[in-house]
């Protein structure tokens, strides 16, 4: 089954919790949530993924 992923973005200025990566058995090996934007502040600088 394909890896799903928990983000969070850490800007102060972004007002988003969190959201999830579903993704697809064509994803490359070596992608990871540095790839990333924010879908709602457009910075990739303060993701980061949440370990369970």
Do not use: K, N, Q
Not at 19 to 36: I, K, M, Q, R, S
């Amino acid at each position: 089954m394909p890896a799903t992923a928990e983000v969070v973005c850490e800007s102060s200025d972004c007002e988003l919790d969190m959201f999830e990566v579903h993704y697809t058995y064509d994803v490359p090996e070596d992608h990871d949530v540095g790839a990333l934007v924010c879908p709602y502040c457009s910075s990739g600088a303060h993701l980061s993924e949440i370990e369970l």
